[in-house]
């Protein structure tokens, strides 16, 4: 990190500055493959929750996409997805529940692609300076998890019906994405306000 922070600065940019191209290349190679890994480290990790165990994956989604922007982070995300269409076990509940694009076009297929999407979403704000202010995090981590629901519970419920997609795909992950939407919120604030006081 060098010279003072500026006002619509991403995150990375600010941690990791780069001089010139080839050395923002590797940087954001770097940035995209380590994102990558820490989303499929993310969807592996249960932690005991109610009513069903609670993963990181979408708290970490959303976070890649407001540290890197919409370009990094949906490209971070992206790269993960193409891991797992390649066939490696990314995924929660792979390989036991299949791999590659057999499993991506099974019931978690609508949440993946809101991964994509919401990680868009909160990179497109925090280009705009959303990441810096706790209340306006709130609002976006609120509706980028919305977005992972509401395409995840539309594509279920062409498989199984929209009263079945509801009581399944949504209801039994309501308190852990209220948690993980408040950890979200304040994930880039404080790292901001970490990041002044070393600058």
């Avoid at 970490?60 to 919409?70: N, R």
């Avoid at 998890?145 to 019906?161: D, F, R």
């Amino acid at each position: 990190m060098s010279g003072s922070v500026t006002a619509n600065e991403l995150l990375y940019r600010a941690i990791w500055p780069a001089a010139d191209r080839r050395v923002a290349l590797v940087r954001n190679l770097v940035i995209a493959i380590v994102g990558s890994l820490v989303l499929w480290a993310s969807a592996k990790v249960q932690i005991p929750f109610y009513p069903v165990p609670l993963t990181m994956q979408t708290y970490v989604v959303l976070v890649i996409g407001a540290i890197c922007g919409w370009r990094l982070g949906g490209a971070t995300v992206l790269l993960y997805l193409m891991q797992g269409a390649l066939g490696l076990p990314v995924f929660a509940g792979t390989p036991e529940k299949g791999i590659g694009l057999a499993y991506m076009v099974g019931p978690t297929g609508g949440y993946l692609v809101g991964f994509v999407a919401a990680a868009l979403l909160i990179g497109w704000l925090a280009e705009r300076g959303w990441d810096r202010s706790l209340p306006r995090m709130i609002v976006a981590m609120t509706v980028g998890h919305l977005l992972i629901l509401a395409l995840g519970m539309g594509y279920l419920a062409t498989l199984i019906g929209v009263d079945a997609a509801w009581a399944n795909g949504v209801v039994p992950f309501i308190w852990a994405t209220v948690l993980k939407t408040a950890l979200a919120a304040v994930t880039l604030p404080a790292a901001w306000a970490v990041l002044r006081r070393i600058d």
